[in-house]
């Protein structure tokens, strides 16, 4: 069979996996006694594949891994539907019958291992090469390891759109009644929808995690879903739909599991940007819940299915915004104190105050480990959210961040700054620009009362990100913090390559000090071309402050990281410039992109 073809787009899904679906049985017959393959790249712009009595040629204007890639996926799943091929072209270094003379062979450690050992090795390998393909390529290995994976049900229950229609069907033959792992996302799928629905929904009894993915705007009502629309999944232990920002207040409202309650063993479940009453699942011993904009999502919803899951041990919840300005429960409802002992993680993203007031209000989380809150406010924060809303935590807070030892804050372009502090981390956005130092003196102020501590004496790494080069901001950290890390990066034109002259000298208001002088490192990419002539000034001036000026002199710095920042996606290396800044900064270790600067000429 010979076949040439010039397609413009990606060949495996318009004609390999498409348009020749039909004619599997034909190319694999004609390649089944092949020992060997042959491919010929020619001109940049085709390539051919030759194997057995079948040869494919593929002209492109431009050539990319990726073309082949396709090609060789779907020459190794037609393979993968053909019977095991006959003991004579598979060849079998592992057999009784090898004389003597393969002895070589016979002693190879792969040969040796136990059967259970070599099955261990290529599930630990699977956690990394998640699509079956990858089995199949093994199974042609050798006979021996063609016959213990394809007798192995556990290693094909990883079912993914991405692998193609004839992968998929085979691996469900060879899974048999193993649970399986159902996973389809929208932008790397090679297998139709439909299809793909199709197949999985004759095994709905078998589905241990089921997973969509959709990224581009599709509608979930265009999904084959009458499976799980319709019948119980009773296997189920994992369950994630996502569908496209925005998505959730155009999209018909699914109910699931033909509206009875949702299978007792389910314990995972992630919702973002679908339309689901989480009421009628009447959910229970959940241990991780992650509902991200979520249409007509009620908070008593919420709060029930937290004290029917109260051994729950992650909890993320974000854009509920819809609720801003509503009534939050209904008063007629009583709701008691809910202990949640075991929630670790606890995410709250873009929620309302009064939504975060009352959830706090009700839950007392003795372990937590790591809080993270991402807000949006137009008002000061600290009378609204922080003060208020969060107080009930403080016991929390203190626990998470007793044996903290530094704390980061980031300044992100003038409208957001985070603060990260053990497993606490707080970010807050800023609708009024520019970002004023009042904002955050009110953030510092409730967490230093929230932890119990004072900023003066914990290092802080502060991070400046595309921000204005406002001196206020660097003189407020340097009166009331103790940076010892700064890092400096800009991307859009920020100018703040003019914050390094301030650094260069002692500030002019009162007390009058260095910026920062606790300062033991520097990172930015305020690399030009020429290097930074002000980086170097600025080093020689700290470097050669002394104390009898009156002023105390600033920390020499121990550590310098640096990287280009100029124009254009190709680094410039100034090697002038880098050995300048080993002269100056004598003790500190240098870094260029991420490596450790030793110059290999002075060497």
């Known amino acids: ?9 990606r060949p495996t899904t318009q004609l390999l996996s498409v348009d020749l679906r039909h004619q599997l049985s034909t190319p694999a017959a004609i390649a089944s006694g092949a020992q060997n393959y042959k491919v010929t790249l020619c001109s ?30 779907w020459i190794s799943s037609i393979m993968s539907t053909y019977p095991p091929l006959p003991e004579d072209t598979v060849h079998d270094r592992c057999s009784p019958s090898h004389t003597s003379s393969d002895a070589k062979n016979l002693g190879a450690p792969i040969d040796r291992l136990p059967p259970e050992l070599m ?15 990858y089995l199949v390529r093994l199974m042609f290995v050798c006979k021996r390891w063609y016959t213990l994976l394809d007798g192995t049900p556990f290693l094909w229950t990883s079912i993914n759109a991405s692998d193609g229609e004839a992968i998929i069907s085979k691996a469900l033959q060879r899974a048999k009644d193993s649970p399986l792992n159902i996973k389809f996302i929208g932008r790397t799928a090679l297998t139709d929808r ?13 589905w241990r995690s089921f997973t969509v993915l ?10 084959v879903f009458r499976d799980l ?34 299978p007792i063993g389910l314990k995972d479940l992630t919702l973002r940007h679908v339309a689901i009453d989480l009421e009628d699942l009447h959910l229970k011993g959940l241990k991780s819940l992650t509902l991200d904009e979520i249409s007509g999502i009620v908070f008593d919803t919420i709060l029930d299915t937290l004290r029917s899951s109260s051994l729950i041990e992650v909890l993320q919840l974000s854009g509920f915004e819809v609720l801003a300005g509503k009534d939050l429960h209904n008063p007629d409802r009583i709701h008691h104190k809910l202990l949640l002992p075991r929630l670790t993680h606890l995410s709250l993203k873009f929620l309302p105050s009064s939504f975060l007031g009352q959830l706090f209000s009700y839950i007392e989380i003795p372990c937590l480990r ?41 300044l992100d372009s003038g409208v957001s700054y985070a603060m990260e502090m053990g497993g606490l981390d707080m970010l807050v956005y800023i609708e009024v620009k520019p970002l004023s130092i009042d904002h955050i003196q009110e953030g510092f102020d409730w967490l230093s009362k929230s932890v119990g501590r004072s900023f003066n004496d914990i290092p802080l790494e502060l991070e400046m990100d595309d921000c204005e080069p406002d001196l206020s901001y660097l003189e407020w950290f340097s009166h009331h913090t103790n940076v010892t890390k ?60 002394r104390e009898d000026t009156g002023v105390t002199a600033p920390r020499r710095l121990r550590e310098i990281r640096l990287s280009y920042g100029g124009k254009g996606s190709q680094s410039y290396l100034n090697r002038n410039f880098l050995n300048e800044v080993v002269r100056i900064a004598e003790g500190a270790d240098v870094y260029w992109e991420g490596q450790k600067w030793v110059d290999a000429e002075t060497v």
């Not at 069979?1 to 787009?9: G, V």
């Not at 051919?48 to 060789?72: A, K, N, P, Y």
């Not at 439909?194 to 078998?206: A, E, M, S, W």
Request: charged share 25%.
């Open 1 to 9: 069979m010979e076949l040439d073809c010039e397609i413009q787009s």
């Open 44 to 73: 940049h712009n085709y390539y051919q594949i030759t194997i057995g009595g079948f040869d494919i040629t593929f002209f492109r204007d431009v050539l990319s891994m990726d073309h082949f890639q396709e090609c060789f996926d």
């Open 119 to 133: 099955l261990e090795i290529v599930r630990s390998t699977q956690k990394m090469e998640k699509r079956l393909r």
């Open 194 to 206: 439909d299809t793909f629905f199709t197949l999985v929904g004759k095994r709905i009894g078998q």
């Open 214 to 223: 959709l990224t581009d705007g599709s509608q979930f009502s265009d999904f």
């Open 229 to 262: 629309e319709r019948k119980m999944a009773p296997a189920l232990e994992a369950l994630i739909l996502q569908g496209a920002y925005g998505m959730s207040q155009d999209m018909r409202r699914l109910v699931l599991f033909g509206g009875d309650p949702a």
């Open 370 to 410: 790591t809080f993270d809150l991402h807000c949006d406010l137009q008002d000061r924060m600290a009378s609204k959210l922080l003060s208020i809303g969060l107080r009930a935590q403080v016991f929390t807070f203190q626990t998470m961040t007793l044996s903290v030892r530094t704390f980061t804050v980031t």
């Open 486 to 545: 700064l890092t400096l990066l800009e991307y859009n034109g920020a100018e703040l390559e003019l914050i390094i002259p301030f650094l260069a000298q002692p500030t002019s208001s009162t007390p009058v000090t260095w910026l920062f002088p606790g300062l033991e490192a520097l990172e930015t990419n305020l690399v030009r071309y020429d290097g930074n002539p002000d980086i170097l000034k600025m080093l020689e001036r700290r470097c050669a402050s």
